[in-house]
């Protein structure tokens, strides 16, 4: 089964439209990790963001916010006002503290900023 | 400048040869890990190593052997390369438990198997 489901392929947006990158885990343990990171056409892999099971509070990151809701299983992501520069390949992962040493990525949510 | 490196960026082979993807870090992270990304499939963990001479199966291991005599060295070796190996390969590193720390990503390996 898979652990983190990024259901959203692709999504293309206008620019400076707001766009919410959904991501969907499944774990069992109390304690474990939720991260986000960022392709770019580039092809890096930037780190955004962890978050820990305990805190839940949203994280607001200039025109990045994080949505944690451990009723729902989900992380999501949301960027507002997109610029062309957000374009990219964005990952979820998350990693469980009982068995450690492993992440388990979604398969990625490829967005578009339209100019 | 410190980080993690990877070489070569872009590999070309036939099937059956072996070939070795080199991973390189700087901050003596003892985590290091390797993934292949293929459309579809997101990044997947072929192995990773949680010290020198510690390194363990993950998701994908299979036609893959890894070594790691030295921390800051994590070689992924193909004994011998098939077409479905053809992907792109990325070393990573964190500096805490792995299930704490985010992972520093090198700047990836292509490796094409014709």
């Known amino acids: 089964a898979q652990k983190v489901t990024q259901a959203q392929t692709e999504i293309s947006v206008v620019e400076k439209e707001d766009v919410t990158l959904d991501c969907v885990y499944e774990?069992?343990?109390?304690?474990?990790?939720l991260f986000w990171y960022k392709q770019p056409p580039s092809g890096e892999l930037v780190f955004l963001i962890r978050?820990?099971?305990?805190?839940?509070q949203n994280e607001i990151s200039g025109r990045y916010s994080w949505n944690f809701q451990k009723s729902t299983s989900s992380f999501n992501f949301t960027i507002t006002a997109s610029q062309v520069v957000d374009s990219a390949v964005y990952f979820c992962?998350?990693?469980?503290?009982?068995?450690?040493?492993?992440?388990?990525f979604g398969t990625g949510t490829s967005l578009t900023v339209i100019p | 400048d410190a980080g993690i490196t990877q070489s070569p960026r872009y590999k070309i082979t036939e099937t059956g040869r072996q070939v070795t993807l080199m991973c390189h870090q700087t901050?003596?992270?003892?985590?290091m890990f390797w993934y292949r990304q293929d459309l579809g499939h997101g990044l997947r963990l072929i192995y990773y190593?949680?010290?020198?001479?510690?390194?363990d199966k993950g998701e994908v291991p299979d036609g893959y052997v890894v070594s790691r005599s030295k921390t800051e060295n994590f070689p992924l070796t193909l004994e011998s390369a098939t077409r479905s190996q053809t992907s792109v390969y990325f070393c990573?590193?964190?500096?805490?438990?792995?299930?704490?720390?985010?992972?520093?990503f090198g700047e990836g390996s292509r490796l094409t198997v014709l």
């Open positions: 901050w003596s992270h003892s985590y």
């Open positions: 992962a998350l990693s469980e503290a009982r068995i450690g040493n492993q992440f388990y």
């Open positions: 990573a590193s964190s500096e805490f438990l792995a299930n704490t720390g985010e992972l520093f």
């Open positions: 774990t069992r343990d109390t304690t474990y990790y």
């Open positions: 190593s949680a010290a020198a001479d510690i390194t």
């Open positions: 978050r820990n099971s305990f805190d839940e």
